[in-house]
């Protein structure tokens, strides 16, 4: 009964550690309120698919072009749109998630943990 019970709280951890780490609201590209949120725009690509959300709640979807102190640039469809940094609420990106593979890993090696630690202890 032990060991069942070490195997099922392997499988827990492995679950929670295939959970996502982030939520949207602590993604870098979430809320861009001060110096620090705008400066991790830099990590966006140019080409790469987002969303800028703008203060009227706006939402214009398109590809990354470029990022200055005053605006970001993006493509939408086939113009080129400047959005000032004071009426950008937020930006997200587009890019598919890889929510899907992570659990899957994170289960498989949960479950292979799991059986690990149970044929382990089983011998002991």
Do not use: C, H
Not at 23 to 46: I, M
Not at 47 to 55: L, S
Request: hydrophobic share 45%.
């Amino acid at each position: 009964m032990k060991y069942k019970m070490i195997t099922i709280s392997l499988l827990y951890v492995g679950l929670l550690l295939a959970l996502p780490g982030q939520t949207n609201a602590e993604s870098p590209f979430a809320a861009q309120t001060d110096e620090g949120s705008w400066e991790n725009l830099n990590q966006l690509q140019v080409g790469q698919k987002i969303e800028v959300v703008q203060t009227d709640l706006k939402k214009l979807k398109g590809t990354f072009l470029s990022l200055t102190e005053e605006a970001i640039s993006l493509r939408v469809k086939k113009d080129d749109v400047g959005v000032p940094r004071v009426n950008v609420l937020r930006v997200g990106s587009l890019d598919r998630p890889k929510r899907k593979r992570n659990i899957v890993l994170g289960v498989a090696l949960g479950a292979g943990l799991g059986m690990a630690a149970g044929i382990g202890l089983s011998y002991a």
